[in-house]
């Protein structure tokens, strides 16, 4: 690649949103941020989430076959920074959640929420993108999705 420092900087402005995905491992719940995500078919309706490969929540995401993403607004950044980060045991403590259609964790903070059946898996570089089929979701308060840039598009 040609002046990767200058594609780096470029390729962080493309704006993305946040995102909490759920599901279960071992009957667990789990999370994690995620940023990588956008809907690819509207019949049927299906959403693609990019997952780091060896992550324990990509592991439940394929042990449960089905996910959560739960739509994040800018006054629940403080729930986005609990699930990206790894030093934090259990970040579903003190947080209002409800299992709906699929049995996952619903975060009730959230703005909305799309419950997913893992549709196909595809590996690109260090993630794999897994498809999710939306079988369920709703709007639970009226607001705008929270969407961030990075500083460098090689790394969160």
């Known amino acids: 690649m040609e002046n990767k420092e200058a594609v780096g900087k470029a390729l962080g402005k493309v704006a993305s949103g946040l995102h909490v995905v759920t599901s279960k491992k071992d009957g667990n719940p789990i999370g994690f941020t995620a940023s990588f995500l956008g809907q690819v078919s509207f019949d049927p309706p299906i959403v693609s989430v990019a997952m780091k490969k060896g992550r324990a929540s990509f592991d439940g995401v394929m042990e ?5 993403v739960n739509i994040m607004t800018k006054e ?20 209002l959640c409800e299992e709906k259609t699929l049995g996952l964790p619903v975060l009730m903070d959230s703005l909305a929420y799309l ?42």
């Open 76 to 95: 629940t950044m403080k729930l986005v920074g609990a699930f990206a980060n790894p030093k934090i045991e259990n970040p579903f403590e003190n947080v």
């Open 64 to 68: 449960s076959k089905a996910f959560v």
């Open 115 to 156: 419950e997913c059946k893992v549709h196909s898996t595809v590996e690109v570089g260090d993630h794999t993108i897994v498809f999710g089929e939306i079988v369920n979701g709703e709007l639970l308060r009226e607001g705008d999705p929270a969407t961030h840039v990075r500083k460098n598009g090689f790394s969160y």
